[in-house]
């Protein structure tokens, strides 16, 4: 069995501070910062130290969102850097491809390809934000994957669980171990095993030297159009080539004395924002939370945030999409008189039977991780294939798997999320901050990598942390809750830690709960199903840096 109760203490410095999954991803961060580089430069050297050592999650083949604090001027920028579907990828190509009955593309597909927008999004944000050169910032990443690294023991057990995504079409063995044993003469590095991938080291190196359009206008980018239409994809060249990052304007609701923040649609993040507006507006209505007489992990607690979360959820798989095709009601979901009015279909005895999305006014797998630098910036970014490996394909020589997120493309013809040239498909991807509501400054930097696992986290870890008083770490550590692919009416997973009693108590209520192995709760590995946090916390009146790292992940936070 594999425990993940990381009895770890949350950590405390003055001058820096990292988070992240892999713990030479935060000493890379952590170098950076010392070396005189701000919250931008460490984020993209631990973005590209991921990619090195957690391609099972996420790479250049994927996508990133990025959150940056600007302490100057108490501002926060987001970056979007999804990629689009292919100019020449229409419905009535993917449904030709696709079962008569699919309401989705098969996450196989190799239409689920989109642009990988990884590559631009860290040069743009270099470029924007940061205070170093590309290259000096990719460097450590780059000799990681040239000269090897021992593969972690979450990592490794992942990356095997993973390795059949691996498609025998592509250069798989790129993101293995050459060993007769093996299937096809290859297999899944262990834990402690020294792996190099020197692909992509000179994928790094090429873009560290040329920026986005040595990546998509060069090698890489050949590579990558030569794999996909060998397997029958639209892509071409020309799609890469047109590819940039947005920088929208972060949205926001108020929680407490907290502003939290998250990048718009096209990611989840919204459904974050929603879920907390729900919690608040139960609060106004004396039907909230109240940490005094509702225990954590009681009925009552868990009724009231799985409810909110799938209000949420049916209101975010219905008009969440691509703003630059269609209208997203942004304000209209989450204004607080809307709030309000959903709040009102909560009844405190039973779980709502069918969970319906309302109407507001007009208006996978991931990598994620935090960095607050000594003058105050904060970044926090998530970075993703979005399903384990992704699509399973790898661009020959290039060391990196392309990602699968055009899964999320509906081929339903009247709904938001239907596939069309040169769109976005519904993200999941969502990276956060919190803001103190009365000065703007910095409260904290979080992230819960796990696809959809991603919006009820951060509203746990917020409930965990404003109303129930928890440090970072305590707070990641508490067990937690997802609602199935976020879909409002789908089951419900509590993690191992929860009281069984109260999970049945719930189940009598109305909610259906996931029951693998006939336990009410998931436990060992599987608990990667509730993604991985990372926290950083900075006190206002000292400036001193807490931070917490999830025990459900190899890595660690660091400060100096």
């Known amino acids: ?70 302490a100057a001027t108490k501002k926060v920028f ?118 190099r991938n020197p692909g992509l080291a000179r994928t790094l190196r090429e873009l560290g030297a040329g920026g986005k359009d040595a990546f998509y206008k060069g090698r890489a980018g050949e590579a990558i159009c030569r794999i996909l239409n060998e397997m029958g994809s639209t892509m071409e060249q020309d799609d890469l080539a047109a590819h940039v990052s947005t920088f929208p304007e972060p949205i926001h609701v108020r929680y407490g004395d907290m502003d939290v923040i998250e990048v718009p649609p096209s990611g989840q ?10 919690l608040a507006a139960a609060k106004r209505q004396s039907k909230g939370l109240d940490p005094e007489t509702m225990a954590h992990g009681s009925k009552e607690h868990l009724h009231l945030l799985v409810e909110c979360m799938r209000f949420a959820f049916a209101d975010a798989r219905q008009f969440v999409a691509d703003p630059d095709v269609v209208d997203v009601p942004i304000q209209g979901l989450i204004d607080s008189s809307y709030a ?62 392309l990602q699968n997120r055009g899964a999320n493309f509906s081929l339903v013809s009247d709904h938001l999320n239907v596939v069309a040239p040169r769109k976005r498909p519904y993200h999941t991807i969502i990276p956060a901050l919190a803001l103190h509501h009365d000065t703007q400054e910095l409260y904290c930097s979080f992230t819960n990598m796990g696809g959809f696992a991603q919006a009820p986290a951060h509203v746990q870890l917020m409930v965990n942390m404003l109303d129930y008083k928890l440090d970072p770490q305590t707070a990641i550590d508490m067990p937690r809750f997802v609602i199935c692919a976020g879909e409002a009416n789908g089951e419900v997973a509590f993690e191992d830690g929860f009281s069984p009693e109260v999970i049945a108590t719930l189940e009598k209520m109305g909610h259906r709960v996931l029951k693998p192995n006939g336990k009410c709760t998931v436990t060992g590995l599987d608990r990667l199903l509730f993604g991985r946090a990372q926290i950083i916390t900075r006190d206002r009146k000292t400036g001193v840096l807490c931070g917490g790292s999830d025990g459900r992940a190899d890595g660690l936070a660091i400060g100096y």
């Open 78 to 195: 987001a970056l979007n850097g999804s990629g689009r579907s292919p100019a020449k990828l229409t419905l009535d190509r993917a449904k030709s491809e696709s079962a008569p009955e699919a309401t989705a593309l098969d996450p196989s597909s190799v239409h689920c390809v989109t642009v990988p927008g990884t590559a631009a999004g860290w040069d743009d944000a270099v470029k924007r934000w940061g205070t170093m050169p590309l290259a000096k910032v990719l460097e450590p990443a780059a000799a990681l994957a040239e000269e090897g690294f021992p593969v972690a023991g979450i990592t490794a057990l992942e990356w095997e669980r993973q390795s059949v995504q691996l498609r025998p079409e592509s250069t798989r063995c790129e993101m293995l171990v050459q060993d007769e044993s093996g299937s096809g003469g290859a297999r899944a590095p262990r834990a402690g095993e020294i792996f």
């Open 340 to 401: 309000d009015i959903q709040i009102k279909n909560f009844r405190e005895d039973r779980a709502v039977a069918d969970v319906k999305y309302g109407t507001p006014m007009a208006g996978s797998d991931t990598v994620s991780f935090q960095v607050i630098d000594g003058a105050g910036n904060a970044v926090s970014m998530v970075n993703s294939n979005y399903e384990g490996f992704g699509s399973g394909i790898v661009p020959k020589g290039c060391g990196f798997t």
């Open 1 to 70: 069995m594999v425990l993940f109760q990381s009895r770890r203490s949350a950590v405390f410095a003055r001058h820096g501070m990292v988070a992240s999954s892999q713990s030479l991803a935060s000493s890379h961060g952590l170098q950076i910062l010392r070396e005189g580089g701000n919250a931008v430069d460490a984020a993209i050297a631990m973005a590209a130290t991921l990619n090195v050592t957690e391609p099972c999650s996420t790479g250049l083949g994927g996508d990133c969102f990025l959150l940056f604090y600007e």
């Open 269 to 278: 993040g919204i459904a974050a924002l929603m879920g907390l507006n729900l």
